[in-house]
T-cell receptor
Framework: ELKVEQNPLFLSMQEGKNYTIYCNYS?????LYWYRQDPGKSLESLFV?????AVKQEGRLMASLDTKARLSTLHITAAVHDLSATYFC????????FGAGTRLTVKP | EAQVTQNPRYLITVTGKKLTVTCSQN?????MSWYRQDPGLGLRQIYY???????DKGDVPEGYKVSRKEKRNFPLILESPSPNQTSLYFC????????????FGPGTRLTVT
């Protein structure tokens, strides 16, 4: 059974600092998704990673995928308050498995 | 505007009273899916559909039914709701055939007393 683990589950950062969220999964998959959820809102897509070594960047967020290690990372560079949200990784083709989410709080 | 809509957005009901949560998308997506979100558990997939008349169980299908009679609609049916089905429900859709991000509806908060 496919399991997806994220860590940390809670992350409090100072503005301007860097940090990384990790997403490990238990079975082979060559596609991984990152989503963002603002409090009380729905989910929106951030990245789709489709192959080993894939790297995508959008603003202060950069996601990468290592299919051999079954690991994806979401790196935050010089955090700003607007990045405060819950971030989910998800793995699968049609039957999707989501991680528990990382609640990020960026403090001034 | 491309969107996924769900109705109702909020629902309080009693144990055993059948209910349906509707989901509709206007993007001509083949794939649709239902999830429930519970604190600390992330999203768990209930059912998904690859196309009209094609549905499959997800991770937590017990107590739920779905149907896909039209491409744009994917209703979630709770025949006999129980308190453990109190949750936040999301419908999502995406293109099929290619790896594609899902577009999520606004969510339906269901409380079963």
């Amino acid at each position: 059974e496919l399991k997806v683990e994220q860590n940390p589950l809670f992350l409090s950062m100072q503005e301007g600092k860097n940090y990384t969220i990790y997403c490990n999964y238990s079975t082979t998959s060559d596609r991984l998704y990152w989503y963002r959820q603002d409090p009380g809102k729905s989910l929106e897509s951030l990245f789709v990673l489709l192959s080993n070594g894939a790297v995508k960047q959008e603003g202060r967020l950069m996601a990468s995928l290592d299919t051999k290690a079954r690991l994806s990372t979401l790196h935050i560079t010089a955090a700003v308050h607007d990045l405060s949200a819950t971030y989910f990784c998800a793995v699968g083709e049609n039957d999707m498995r989501f991680g528990a989410g990382t609640r990020l709080t960026v403090k001034p | 505007e491309a969107q996924v809509t769900q109705n109702p957005r909020y629902l309080i009901t009693v144990t055993g009273k059948k209910l349906t949560v509707t989901c509709s998308q206007n993007m001509n997506h083949e794939y649709m899916s239902w999830y429930r979100q519970d604190p600390g558990l992330g999203l768990r997939q209930i059912y998904y559909s690859m196309n009209v008349e094609v549905t499959d169980k997800g991770d937590v299908p017990e107590g739920y039914k779905v149907s896909r009679k039209e491409k744009r609609n994917f209703p979630l049916i709770l025949e006999s709701p129980s308190p453990n089905q109190t949750s936040l429900y999301f419908c999502a859709s995406s293109r099929a055939g290619l790896p594609s991000e899902q577009y999520f509806g606004p969510g339906t908060r269901l409380t079963v007393t």
